[in-house]
């Protein structure tokens, strides 16, 4: 008898693990879920940002849409996990809707989260319904040089040993630096800056050389949903060359902001929220 209950109890301590591992499975992002729409959005941020910055986009839609706002692991204080890389990131997302089951999210993505969002719909091409992709190519070191190839097994640890390598004080002063450049209102940098520093050096270094080596130009002739671009006011400066890496996207909507910069949602809100008004409700 004492032999089937010690069987018994390893047989509940069993499924008990199952459950519980089941339930906890590990996502390289968290994830914020609002509103209880038929259609679901997903929102993905940009390179060390917080979701947060979809906060009041999020705010405009969650009455009307299922909203599911990430933020991606070792960014923005958020734990980091290991082998962070843009493709095991763009897998983890298509997993979590699969796992989910998301029916054809839409995908707004800003800057990387709107590189994530074009190799998403590439690669899982029946899994997307469409894409807004704000400020973001599809090979983002094809800007400076049009002949760019990605290297094959990519080595990023000089970029990471860089940023490891930094004192916090020489980290901030460099975050600083750059915002201004990205970011028009001044109400937000230091909000934007905060994120960056908040994040993990390893990932940041990581996913900084990583970022830079991805070329979709090619890739993106799978996508078969509705496309979005959205772009900073000074790139109708660089219209050829941008529109000539999306040559491949068929459904591209080009549409240039009026003013600002990288950080479209702040610098030209009204804009922005009309054009992806009008987009989601086609």
């Known amino acids: 008898m004492k032999k089937y209950i010690i069987l018994i109890i390893a047989f509940l301590f069993s499924a008990l693990c199952l ?14 879920k609002k509103g209880s729409g038929d259609q679901s959005i997903i929102f993905i941020p940009g390179f060390a940002s917080s979701g947060d ?35 095991n990131w763009k897998t983890g997302i298509a997993n979590y809707i ?18 994530l969002a074009l190799a ?4 899982y091409p029946d899994l997307i319904s469409k894409i807004v ?3 973001a190519v599809p090979c983002l070191a094809a800007i400076n040089d049009p002949a760019f190839k990605s290297k094959i097994n990519n080595d990023c640890s000089t970029s990471v040993n860089q940023m490891t390598g930094m004192t916090n004080d020489q980290f901030y002063d460099m975050q600083k ?33 990583d970022f830079f080596n991805i070329d979709l130009r090619e890739r993106i002739a799978q996508i ?4 979005l671009i959205l772009l900073e006011s000074y790139f109708i400066n660089l219209k050829p060359a941008i529109e000539g890496q999306y040559r491949s996207l068929k459904t591209a909507n080009f549409q240039y ?15 922005y929220l009309g054009q992806l008004s009008t987009f989601l409700k086609q």
Not at 98 to 115: F, R, T, V, W, Y
Not at 120 to 123: E, M, R, S, T
């Open 53 to 87: 910055v979809w906060n009041e986009t999020r705010a405009t839609f969650e009455n009307e849409f299922t909203c599911y706002t990430l933020t991606m692991a070792g960014f923005a204080g958020r734990k980091p996990q290991p082998n962070a890389s843009f493709e």
């Open 98 to 115: 699969k796992d989910n089951q998301i029916e054809k999210p839409i995908l707004i993505g800003h800057s990387m989260g709107g590189a």
């Open 133 to 135: 992709v704000v400020d």
């Open 224 to 227: 078969k949903c509705p496309a």
């Open 120 to 123: 998403l719909a590439a690669d």
């Open 257 to 271: 902001a009026t003013t600002g910069l990288h950080f479209i949602m702040y610098d030209d809100t009204a804009w």
């Open 177 to 209: 630096k750059t915002m201004p450049s990205l970011l028009a209102d001044t109400t937000k940098l230091d909000m934007v800056v905060d994120w960056s520093v908040k994040s993990d050096r390893t990932t940041f270094g990581q996913m900084y050389c």
């Open 19 to 32: 459950n519980v591992f089941g339930q906890t499975k590990q996502f390289p992002f968290e994830v914020l």
